[in-house]
C-alpha cells in the first residue's frame, strides 16, 4: 500500500503499550516528519488540513514489532534459485558480504510482514558459513533498500554446529574444532591487519609503503575487533553456545546469541555471561540433531532466569506474519504476557543495536505503531493498522 508521507499524524485516544512503562495508558500521539512528536492526554491544535487523524478510542496501540533475525528478502518468495540469496558456499569464511547488496524490497514477504505487524527486521546471511557476512537492519516498506536502511551493518554473522559442518565437511571444516579454528583465525589475522595499518599511519597520515595489501574479508573484520558490531552467533547446541561466548570474551569482543535452542538447559549460566539471547524458530519439527529441545517454554525459562530475550522467526523458516503468534506460544507456555511484548519490540530493538529508533513508544522515535483491537497474541486478533515512519502501510 503505497501512500505519501504526511507531515503529521494523530493518534488519538488508544489504550497504548509503550514496551516501558508497566501499565497501558489513554493518550494522543502526534507523529511529525516520522518521529514520534508528542505523547499526551489530549492533543489539539494545528492546521487540521495538515493533519491525518486516526480514531483510537477503544484499539491498543502497540510499537512496531521488530523481528531480531530473519532473513527477509534475502529469500525469495516462490522464487526458487533466482531468489535464493542468503548462503554463499564456496567459501567458509567470508564477511565482506553485506546482505544490504542482495535485499529485495519487492518481495512478497515485505507486504506479508506489514500484515503481521512487523516494523523493523535484522535481516542478513544464513548459516552456512563459519562467518557469512553483515546482517543490516530495515524497515519492511520502501521500494529501494538504500531509504529503508535503519543500520547498514549491525552484526558480523557466525555459525556454529550442524551447518558449518555439513556444508563445509568436504573442504577442510568437519569438526566443531575445525569451525572454532577457523573463527579464530580470521579475527586474528584482523587484528594483525589492523595494527600494521594503525602502523603505516592509518588514516591521517599515511605511509603507502608500509600499508599492508588490501584484503576485504579482513576490512570486513576490523568493525567487529574494533568493537562496534557485535558478532552475531547462531548457536543451538549448549556447546556451541558456550563456545561462542567463550571466544567472544577471548577476543573481547560484543555477542549476540541466536537460536539458543538450548537455552533451558543452561539459563542460569546465560543469565550469568550476560549476553542478550533470540530463540527461534519454534514452530514444526526438529529437523536436524540439534533442534531435539525446541520448544515455547525455552524464552519463558530464559526470561525468568533474567536473561534480556528475544523471540525470532528466522524466516522464511516461520514467514513473519507468525512472530505475534510465537510471542503467543510463548505466553501459553509460562511466559509473562510483559516480556512477550519486550521480546518482540524493545527487546529485540536492542538484540539487534536499533533502540535509538525503535522497539517502544517514546517522543523522538520512529513512528512506527500497529493497532489492533484485542491482544495482538491472540490467534483471532488482526491487525487494524501497521504504521511506519508515520505512514500507514497496512490496513486491515
Known amino acids: 500500500m503505497k501512500?505519501?508521507?504526511?507531515?503529521?499524524?494523530?493518534?488519538?485516544?488508544?489504550?497504548?503499550?509503550d514496551a516501558v512503562t508497566r501499565e497501558p495508558f489513554v493518550a494522543d500521539i502526534l507523529a511529525e516528519n516520522g518521529r514520534i512528536a508528542k505523547i499526551a492526554p489530549v492533543i489539539s491544535g494545528g492546521r487540521a488540513d495538515a493533519v491525518k487523524v486516526i480514531d483510537a478510542a477503544g484499539l491498543n496501540v502497540y510499537p512496531g514489532f521488530v523481528d531480531a533475525h530473519?532473513?527477509?528478502?534475502?529469500d525469495g518468495y516462490a522464487a526458487g534459485f533466482a531468489g535464493e540469496d542468503f548462503n554463499e558456499t564456496g567459501d567458509p569464511v567470508t564477511p565482506q558480504l553485506?546482505?544490504?547488496?542482495?535485499v529485495n524490497p519487492q518481495d512478497e514477504t515485505f507486504r506479508m510482514a506489514r500484515e503481521g505487524g512487523v516494523t523493523c527486521v535484522s535481516t542478513g546471511p544464513g548459516s552456512s558459513n563459519v562467518i557469512g557476512g553483515t546482517f543490516c537492519v530495515i524497515k519492511t516498506y520502501g521500494n529501494r533498500i538504500d531509504d529503508m536502511i535503519v543500520k547498514e551493518k549491525s552484526a558480523m554473522k557466525i555459525a556454529f554446529g550442524e551447518n558449518p559442518k555439513n556444508c563445509y565437511k568436504n573442504k577442510g571444516v568437519y569438526s566443531r574444532m575445525s569451525v572454532a579454528a577457523k573463527l579464530r583465525e580470521t579475527l586474528h589475522e584482523a587484528i594483525f591487519y589492523d595494527k600494521k595499518k594503525r602502523a603505516a599511519g592509518?588514516?591521517?597520515?599515511?605511509?603507502?609503503?608500509k600499508m599492508p595489501p588490501y584484503n576485504a574479508k579482513l576490512e570486513a573484520m576490523l568493525p567487529v575487533i574494533r568493537g562496534e558490531i557485535p558478532l552475531k552467533a547462531?548457536?543451538?547446541?549448549?556447546?556451541?553456545?558456550?563456545?561462542?561466548i567463550r571466544i567472544a570474551k577471548e577476543f573481547h569482543l560484543d555477542l549476540r546469541i541466536d537460536h539458543a535452542t538450548d537455552g533451558a538447559l543452561i539459563a542460569d549460566e546465560l543469565a550469568k555471561e550476560g549476553f542478550p539471547v533470540a530463540i527461534g524458530p519454534s514452530f514444526g519439527h526438529a529437523t536436524k540433531y540439534e533442534l531435539r529441545n525446541k520448544g515455547f517454554e525455552t524464552p519463558a525459562i530464559l526470561a525468568r532466569a533474567g536473561c534480556k530475550v528475544s523471540i525470532i522467526t528466522d524466516s522464511p523458516v516461520i514467514e513473519q506474519r507468525c512472530l505475534l503468534l510465537c510471542a503467543g506460544r510463548a505466553m501459553l507456555y509460562g511466559m509473562k504476557e510483559s516480556d512477550a511484548l519486550k521480546a518482540v519490540t524493545i527487546h529485540a530493538a536492542e538484540h539487534i543495536g536499533a533502540q535509538e529508533?525503535?522497539?517502544?513508544?517514546?517522543?523522538?522515535?520512529?513512528?512506527?505503531?500497529?493497532?489492533?483491537?484485542?491482544?495482538?497474541?491472540?490467534?483471532d486478533t488482526r491487525i487494524l493498522y501497521t504504521i511506519i515512519n508515520g505512514i500507514v502501510v497496512h490496513k486491515g
Open 70 to 74: 530473519c532473513h527477509l528478502g534475502l
Open 202 to 209: 592509518y588514516p591521517d597520515n599515511i605511509d603507502y609503503g
Open 357 to 379: 529508533r525503535v522497539g517502544s513508544i517514546e517522543e523522538g522515535k520512529d513512528a512506527d505503531f500497529v493497532l489492533v483491537r484485542g491482544n495482538p497474541f491472540a490467534v
Open 234 to 244: 547462531h548457536a543451538h547446541r549448549a556447546d556451541d553456545i558456550f563456545t561462542a
Open 3 to 17: 501512500e505519501s508521507r504526511n507531515q503529521y499524524l494523530l493518534l488519538k485516544q488508544g489504550t497504548i503499550h
Open 98 to 102: 553485506s546482505a544490504v547488496d542482495a
